[in-house]
Each structure stands twice: as C-alpha cells, then as structure tokens.
C-alpha cells in the first residue's frame, strides 16, 4: 500500500513539473481551467461534461508524454540525429492534432451555447 501511495506521488510530482517547467503545459492548464468555468457558467449536460472532461485530459496527458519523450532524448546529449529530431517532432504533432481537435470539439459544444 505504502508503495502504492509513493507511485501516485512521483506521477503527482511529474505532473507538477510538467507544469511548473512547460509554458505549454501552463498554456493546456489555464485554457482548461477556463473551459470548466465556461461549462459551469452555460450548464452543459453530463454528456457534455464528459466529453469535456475526456478532452482536458487527453491533452494534458499528450503533453505530458511530450515533456517526457523530449526529456529522454536530451538525456541522450544534444548531439544532432535525424531520429532525435522524429521523435519530438511526432511527439509534438501528437499534441497539437488533440489540440486542434480539442479546439473543434470546444466550439461544437459551446458555439450554440454562447451565439
Ligand atoms: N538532438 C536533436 N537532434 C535533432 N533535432 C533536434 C534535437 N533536439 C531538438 N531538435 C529539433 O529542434 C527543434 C526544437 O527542439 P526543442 O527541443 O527546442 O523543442 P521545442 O519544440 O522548442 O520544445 P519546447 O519549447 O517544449 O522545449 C525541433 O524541431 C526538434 O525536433
């Protein structure tokens, strides 16, 4: 059990860094933040909360496997290498695909809510 507990606080601890050393992390969180007050404010539907919900989290765990992946491959040196560079490229592109659709799913659930 106490091993248990000890895992959840490093995975607690690595979310607080992702936070506190990524501007895009910080970027996800307060975008977030303002989307769960926005549903607060127009009352969306446990449907709607769901979604939302499994949107905010994909996109923070996305990016947070960025931070890690990028972490793992400066660990390996700053030495040029064609796969160094695949790897954090496709790691951001993952990102930024959940973004977009994030963004999408954003304005179906709010548009008609606000126009
Ligand atoms: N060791 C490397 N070999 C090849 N290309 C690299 C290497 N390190 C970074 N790059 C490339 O250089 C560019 C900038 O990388 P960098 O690590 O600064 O990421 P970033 O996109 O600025 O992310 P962040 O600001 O979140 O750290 C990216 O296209 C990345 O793929």
Known sequence: MRKLLRSFGYAFEGICQGISTQR???????????????????????????IIIIVICS?????LLNTAIEAAIDLHGSEWHPLAKLAKDTAAGAVLVMSIGAAIIGLIIFWPKLF
Not at 28 to 43: E, K
Not at 59 to 63: D, G, K, M, T, Y
């Open 24 to 50: 895009n992390m910080k970027i996800h969180v307060a975008v977030a933040l303002l989307v769960i007050v926005l549903g607060a404010i127009v009352s969306l539907s446990w449907l709607e909360w769901t």
């Open 59 to 63: 996109v923070i765990s996305l990016e």
